[in-house]
């Protein structure tokens, strides 16, 4: 019996080999271990099999559209949030559900959709960060609420309604000021789940209800309408905030008026104007946005937290705003403990286009003629993957471009300014893949352009003229997406790129067996080839797919799992919004 015993270990063993989560069998939690890597050492489902893999079983929420959520399995329980910020605990084996929690928010004023991207679950407790504010801990077994702790009201501080402005922009609905609450999946670390605010850097805003650049514009209105972005750490245990970091600097956040990049790139500024306005704005960071999109990688050796942040407030506009505005569009790396910052590489400063630093940071140990140093590598909106020494932030590599760029930093214009990349990127939220053993990183890149064009609102009625900036997609433009292979090992060169049949979303997942896989707005789920990109298999799951896929195994069998609920941009792209999530494997 024994023998047996041990022969089946072994035989498990060689499937899965040991890397990825600590548990190789798990997906513990968002990026499958705290590097953020989306990458599994499972490997019984290979390049030479997956053409036979199909539905094990499915979940449907009972709630329609904005499913973005990356499952989390933990000892063979599969726990997903949904749209509004139910929770499901489910037999990861079966999809048998065990227990559900449904969230009632206490406002109805959110940032944007009710989407958000997943949950944490350490200490017997499952963690959610809600569109409406609050960080809540459920019992693992149960669902039970166990606390549930009010970070921020999304309405606080809101100034304007702006309904005349409104009529102006054809009926658009204005935001008002930015409603803040969370999307990203917590981070939970030294007994503390960390998680940081969207919708801080946006002010006064347009989308239309087709999903922003889709259905024509997205409108950026100039004024101090916008929130001061942060980052907070809660005890596990009780909910209570042990510390908590801004993203705009309150002293010298104007910074040093950089011409360029910090790796050289011209960014065509009014340095000399920007100067001239600083005296009038000097509280400007009191408003100067920074939202927070995805969970931090976390090295724990270092006691280090790696994370992005996002635009500056007002968007798109500069002169209301002078100076580089710090911390806003940087990679950043803070002390878990306490928040305090290590240090920070700003990718663009004074940001006037939309390139949130969104994608999650990854952790690697990268090749140097000294030998390998420990990495952190985020992949951006700009076209780029950076590399950065985690101890020192100083850049080590900047990767080949994944795009074409077109007029990259010219400034929005009264004639209309067509930029490459638009606002939704290159590499937008939408987590990155990485096979240390390959060296590669796998992307889903959008290529397309924008065009940002100033208007103004004639002053009238005592009120005076407003400046906006509207951006729609550039016409004429190509747009189209590509699954890219960047070799981080060899320079950051263009393994292999694939144009993909619809827009791609949602981020993708690569494995020991050889295999990435990558969800499309259409509804189909994609396995490539990771050496150099061949379609070996695709699954149409009924809705855009816009959330992570995962891996996990259960009593020897590997599994895929994806949420295709589709969201604000499938929908506009005129693909189907859904609420299930789907789950895969080999036949047995």
Not at 120 to 128: D, F, K, Q, S, T
Not at 384 to 393: E, F, L, P
Not at 436 to 455: D, E, I, P, S
Request: proline share 6%; with cysteine.
């Amino acid at each position: 019996m024994m023998g047996g015993r041990l022969a089946a270990a072994l035989a498990l063993a060689a499937a899965f080999p040991v890397c990825g989560p600590a548990h190789a069998e798990d997906w513990p939690m968002f990026g499958g271990d705290p590097s953020n890597r989306h990458h599994a050492g499972l490997a019984q489902i290979d390049r030479g099999n997956v053409a036979a893999l199909r539905p094990a079983w499915i979940f449907q929420t009972g709630v329609t559209g904005y499913f973005q959520a990356e499952p989390v399995i933990v000892e063979g329980v599969m726990y997903v949030s949904a749209t509004g910020n139910h929770v499901a605990a489910l037999e990861a084996k079966t999809g048998r559900v065990l227990w559900t929690y449904t969230h009632r928010a206490r406002t109805e004023k959110i940032f944007g959709p009710p989407s958000n991207r997943g949950v944490a679950v350490a200490n017997g407790l499952v963690y959610e960060a809600t569109m409406d504010g609050r960080v809540i801990a459920l019992d693992a077994k149960t669902g039970k609420l166990v606390w549930d702790k009010e970070a921020v009201r999304p309405e606080e501080g809101e100034t304007e309604t702006a309904s005349a402005l409104s009529a102006q922009l054809g009926d658009k609905p204005v935001q008002g000021s930015s409603r803040l609450g969370f999307k990203m999946p917590p981070l939970v670390a030294e007994g503390l789940v960390i998680v940081g605010v969207t919708g801080a850097g946006y002010g006064l805003h347009v989308e239309d209800d087709k999903g922003g650049l889709d259905g024509g514009s997205v409108v950026g209105i100039e004024g101090g309408y916008g929130r001061r972005g942060w980052l907070a750490a809660y005890d596990a245990k009780t909910g209570e905030e042990r510390w908590r970091w801004y993203v705009t600097k309150q002293d010298g956040w104007e910074g040093e008026f950089r011409a360029t990049t910090p790796d050289g790139v011209p960014l065509h500024r009014d340095i000399a104007a920007e100067k001239a306005a600083a005296p009038q704005h000097r509280e400007a960071w009191r408003v100067g946005g920074g939202s927070l999109w995805m969970t931090p990688a976390y090295d724990a050796q270092a006691g280090l937290i790696f994370l992005g942040t996002g635009n500056p407030a007002p968007q798109n506009f500069g002169l209301t705003r002078p100076g580089d505005n710090l911390y806003t569009m940087s990679l950043v790396a803070l002390d878990v403990r306490t928040g305090a910052l290590r240090w920070h590489f700003q990718q663009v400063p004074h940001e006037e286009w939309g390139y949130d630093v969104a994608s999650p940071p990854f952790l690697l140990d990268h090749p140097t003629p000294d030998g390998p140093v420990k990495a952190v590598a985020q992949a951006s909106k700009t076209g780029w993957i950076y590399v950065h020494d985690r101890a020192t932030g100083r850049l080590l590599a900047r990767s080949e471009p994944v795009i074409a760029h077109k007029n990259l930093f010219a400034p929005p214009s009264p004639e209309g300014t067509i930029v490459s990349p638009g606002p939704l990127g290159a590499i937008s939220w939408h987590p990155v893949a990485y096979d240390a053993a390959l060296g590669r990183a796998f992307a889903q890149v959008r290529h397309g352009a924008a065009t940002y064009t100033v208007k103004t609102v004639p002053a009238a009625g005592g009120r005076p003229e407003i400046r906006y900036t509207e951006t729609s997609e550039a016409r004429g433009e190509p747009a189209f997406s590509t699954l890219t292979a960047v070799d981080l090992a060899r320079g950051g060169a263009i393994a292999w790129s694939v144009k993909a049949g619809s827009r791609l979303s949602g981020g993708t997942l690569s494995t020991a067996g050889g295999l990435v896989f990558s969800g499309e707005e259409d509804g189909h789920l994609d396995a490539h080839d990771t050496r150099d990109g061949r379609l070996l298999w695709r699954f149409q799951c009924g809705a855009g797919i816009s959330g992570p896929p995962v891996t996990y195994a259960v009593d020897g069998r590997q599994y895929v799992a994806v949420a295709a609920g589709g969201s604000s941009f499938t929908k506009a792209s005129g693909f189907g919004t859904g609420d299930a999530l789907v789950v895969f494997a080999l036949p047995e």
